[in-house]
């Protein structure tokens, strides 16, 4: 059975659908899972390289608001912004396998994410042009 984030219409957390595994959500950052029993980034990032599509959801749901944070501060405007964050999540999808050593350096998945996301908005700028 494949499984596919999606939110869960109480608290907008990404979930596995599919898989009974209700567990992978946004808040750990970093290599700590912290008290909620979150797994971190670090600990998605082999996941989500594996194709757990729940992982993946988790690490850009928990990074959401910084990447179209970015976005916006690039394009200016929402509807583009989303169109570029839509990209941004596409592209980390498939190069997620470029991500260096996020277990020595735990933030580096958020950076990794709004790097993509400064190419993405690049991308979505000219194509409006």
Do not use: C, K, Y
């Not at 999606?6 to 946004?26: E, H, K, N």
């Not at 008290?35 to 082999?46: E, H, K, T």
């Not at 735990?106 to 400064?118: A, E, F, I, K, N």
């Amino acid at each position: 059975m494949t499984t596919r984030p999606a939110r869960d219409g109480r608290d907008g957390r990404a979930r596995a659908i599919g898989s009974g595994d209700d567990r992978v959500t946004p808040g750990a950052r970093g290599s700590d899972p912290g008290a909620s029993g979150n797994p971190s980034d670090v600990d998605l990032v082999p996941g989500t390289r594996t194709g757990e599509v729940a992982a993946l959801g988790a690490l850009l749901e928990r990074h959401r608001a910084g990447i179209r944070a970015v976005a916006v501060s690039l394009l200016g405007n929402a509807p583009d912004a989303d169109d570029a964050v839509q990209d941004a999540s596409l592209i980390a999808l498939r190069r997620i396998g470029d991500l260096r050593q996020p277990d020595r350096q735990p933030d580096s998945v958020g950076g990794w994410l709004r790097v993509l996301q400064v190419f993405a908005a690049g991308h979505t700028h000219g194509a409006t042009r």
